[in-house]
């Protein structure tokens, strides 16, 4: 029997030297100490020995447990103290002082921007945003705005055809500009109307410094009882002020496009020379920022609107053009290169 407890000690103390964690720690606490344990055996049988044996054997079974016990709260203690200093050295290889880096935050592009912009102001007139489709057909884009084929305007207006025919075999077109949207909403609205119309155009045209296949445009329209130019000049003036600031000066000059009668162009004095003539505004002093004019009768009418009891002004408008005068941007590939180094300035 003590050889047996003598053996015991041998085999539990080598095993606790091995267990590395407190999952191990627990298993062999079980083993060695718990109810159905070895020691636990030979201690419950104690009763069944001879006195002599009894003595000898119980105080030995007695010993072994005091000092596996203590073994094991030592055992504890070691781990214990083994994970805080991994921990520590770990602390020492990965400074938590080091400020972290900053994740790339988005921005809105330029020329959402400025499209936002532009709304705000117009908005804050008590126009509605409104946006059409950029496939069109050709009705709304040509057609219904006076432009009907073997138009001359039509030349000046490089189309990207589609090159299928419709059901009904009316053809498809990107739309070269957003007054197609113009006169969308003189066909589905009823005045008073006073919305705005920003999107995407398109013109079949090569790429250069001032020249993209695709821009953006924003177009307006106002109908109403008793609209007039005045209406259209105060509008534009005061849409001029707020966007390039209050001390910008405009001109109006005669223009011709085939949906308004009369037509106009808005320019704003040059901001690089104020007026006097420069490269920038090719020595005139002036610089063209948008066409505007009072929509033609003939538009409303197709729209089902009487222009006998109704009149309305238009205008229309580049946008790349207005970020490129404010920044001095002289590319207007810029815009859609994708180059962070630029993109991130705004
Ligand atoms: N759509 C014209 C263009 O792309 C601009 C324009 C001129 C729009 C006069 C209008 C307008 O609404 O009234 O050149």
Not at 84 to 109: N, Q
Request: net charge negative; hydrophobic share 40%; aromatic share 10%.
């Amino acid at each position: 029997m003590l050889a047996e407890l003598e053996k015991l000690k041998t085999e539990a103390l080598k095993e606790l030297a091995a267990a590395e964690d407190a999952a191990r720690l627990e298993a062999w606490r079980v083993r060695y100490l718990g109810k159905k344990s070895e020691l636990t055996r030979i201690l419950r049988g104690l009763a069944a020995l001879s006195l002599e044996e009894r003595k000898a054997v119980g105080a030995s079974a007695n010993e072994l447990k005091a000092e596996i016990e203590q073994s094991l709260a030592e055992r504890q203690k070691a781990l214990v103290q083994a994970q805080t200093e991994r921990l520590h050295r770990a602390a020492e290889e990965f400074d938590i002082t080091l400020p972290g880096r900053k994740p790339l935050s988005g921005r809105l592009h330029p020329i959402t921007q400025t499209i936002h912009e532009i709304c705000d102001i117009f908005t804050a007139m008590g126009f509605q945003v409104v946006e059409g489709p950029e496939v069109e057909w050709d009705y709304y884009n040509f057609e219904a705005l006076n432009i009907p084929e073997e138009h001359p305007a039509r030349d000046t207006m490089s189309t990207s055809w589609l090159d299928f025919k419709t059901e009904a075999g009316r053809p498809m077109l990107l739309r070269t500009h957003t007054t197609a949207v113009t006169a969308r909403c003189v066909e589905t609205m009823r005045p008073p109307i006073r919305v705005i119309e920003p999107g995407r155009v398109y013109r079949y045209e090569a790429t250069d410094a001032t020249h993209s296949f695709m821009f953006h445009q924003i177009d307006g329209v106002a109908v109403d009882r008793g609209i007039t130019m005045a209406d259209l000049k105060g509008t534009l003036y005061e849409f001029a002020r707020r966007f390039f600031g209050a001390d910008c000066k405009v001109r109006f000059r005669c223009d011709f496009f085939p949906f308004v009668e009369p037509g106009v162009e808005m320019a704003i004095e040059c901001s690089v020379c104020r007026g006097a003539g420069c490269r920038l505004c090719g020595n005139t002093g002036w610089i063209e920022i948008l066409g505007a004019g009072m929509t033609h009768p003939q538009v409303l009418q197709r729209g089902g609107i009487d222009p006998e009891e109704y009149t309305s002004f238009a205008f229309g408008m580049g946008i790349e053009r207005l970020p490129m005068l404010r920044y001095g941007i002289d590319d207007i590939r810029l815009f859609y290169a994708n180059d962070l180094r630029f993109l991130r300035q705004f």
